[in-house]
Nanobody
Framework: QVQLVESGGGLVQPGESLRLSCAAS????????MGWYRQAPGKQRELVAI???????KYADSVKDRFTISRDNAKNTVYLQMMSLKPEDTAVYYC?????????????WGQGTQVTVSS
C-alpha cells in the first residue's frame, strides 16, 4: 500500500504564489511518475504537471511558465510551485504516483487539497 499526503493548499489573491507538497509512504519499489492533477467544480479532472523518471517534466499549456514541478527521490516527495495564480486555477489539486512492483503497475491518489484564487 502506498499512502500520499498532500499539503500547501489555501486561499490566495490573484498574482500570488503557493507551493504544494505530496509525500509518498508505504511499500514503494519503483516510482514511474509523480504528478499533479486538478478538478474544478463541474469539470473533469485534468493533468497539471507530471515528472517522469529521469526528471522529464510536462505541463498543461494553461500553467506553462507559471508552475514548476519538482521531485525529491530521496524523500519520495513531489512539489508544485505555483506562481502568478489566476482565478481559473481554483480547484482541488490531487497528487498521483504511478509505481511498479514486480510485473504490476499501480496508481495511487492523494486526498486532494483545495486551492482558491480570489480577490
Amino acid at each position: 500500500q502506498v499512502q500520499l499526503v498532500e499539503s500547501g493548499g489555501g486561499l490566495v489573491q490573484p498574482g500570488e504564489s503557493l507551493r504544494l507538497s505530496c509525500a509518498a509512504s508505504g511499500t514503494i519499489f519503483q516510482i514511474s511518475s509523480m504528478g499533479w492533477y486538478r478538478q474544478a467544480p463541474g469539470k473533469q479532472r485534468e493533468l497539471v504537471a507530471i515528472v517522469l523518471s529521469g526528471s522529464i517534466a510536462k505541463y498543461a499549456d494553461s500553467v506553462k511558465d507559471r508552475f514548476t514541478i519538482s521531485r525529491d527521490n530521496a524523500k519520495n516527495t513531489v512539489y508544485l510551485q505555483m506562481m502568478s495564480l489566476k482565478p481559473e486555477d481554483t480547484a482541488v489539486y490531487y497528487c498521483n504516483v504511478v509505481h511498479k512492483r514486480g510485473t504490476g503497475t499501480f496508481s495511487s491518489w492523494g486526498q486532494g487539497t483545495q486551492v482558491t484564487v480570489s480577490s
